[in-house]
């Protein structure tokens, strides 16, 4: 399968998976929402440019924002998210050896830690920044940081999941591409 399709595919079946499935989840313990459709995001191929990569995020947050009925909610932490990205790869993988060999990032292109650490950072970057739009404020500083230490947790442990059940092929890059 070519890797156009494949995104295509992915991009639908986070959006459906996500609207359909997670958000009508009632929020855990009053504040805590289950989000897994940014991994579409960190799952996009190595070798994507920097503007394509912006503008497929922007493109996959709006169209989750037109399915929820939150005009720019997503969109801008999808953005960021897309942006901080190729600069967090570059610190964490040695460039002349694994971005070469594979397509995409994962536990077998990365190694478990640093894609723990990837996966990581970028889910807590994207929680923040989407509580704080959403919110517009920190009013209750408390109320705030254990709502995104929450969501971050649940999306973390459901992300982990997903990369045990369904596990990716990691495919290596070929000369002939």
């Known amino acids: 399968m070519s890797s156009l399709l494949?995104?295509?595919i992915r991009f639908v079946l986070f959006i459906v998976f996500q609207v359909f499935i997670?958000?009508?989840v009632p929020p855990l313990h009053r504040f805590i929402v289950p989000y897994l459709?940014?991994?579409y995001i960190l799952?996009?191929?190595f070798k994507l440019n920097r503007f394509a990569l912006l503008v497929i995020s922007f493109i996959f947050g709006l169209t989750l924002d037109y399915f929820t009925g939150t005009p720019g909610l997503h969109a801008a932490p999808c953005t960021l998210i897309a942006y901080?990205?190729?600069f967090l790869l570059n610190l964490l993988i040695p460039q002349e050896t694994t971005e070469q060999s594979y397509v995409e990032p994962g536990p077998k292109s990365m190694g478990w830690a640093p894609y723990g650490l990837y996966i990581g950072i970028l889910t807590f970057i994207h929680h923040f920044y989407l509580v704080l739009i959403e919110w517009l404020q920190f009013g209750n500083l408390i109320?705030?940081?254990g709502k995104v230490l929450g969501t971050t947790a649940i999306s973390l442990l459901m992300i982990f999941i997903v990369e045990l059940l369904f596990t990716r092929i990691g495919r290596y890059r070929s000369n002939t591409a």
């Open 6 to 8: 494949k995104n295509i």
């Open 22 to 24: 997670l958000n009508e």
């Open 37 to 39: 459709y940014f991994l």
């Open 43 to 45: 799952w996009l191929p």
């Open 84 to 86: 901080l990205r190729p």
């Open 143 to 145: 109320y705030f940081i």
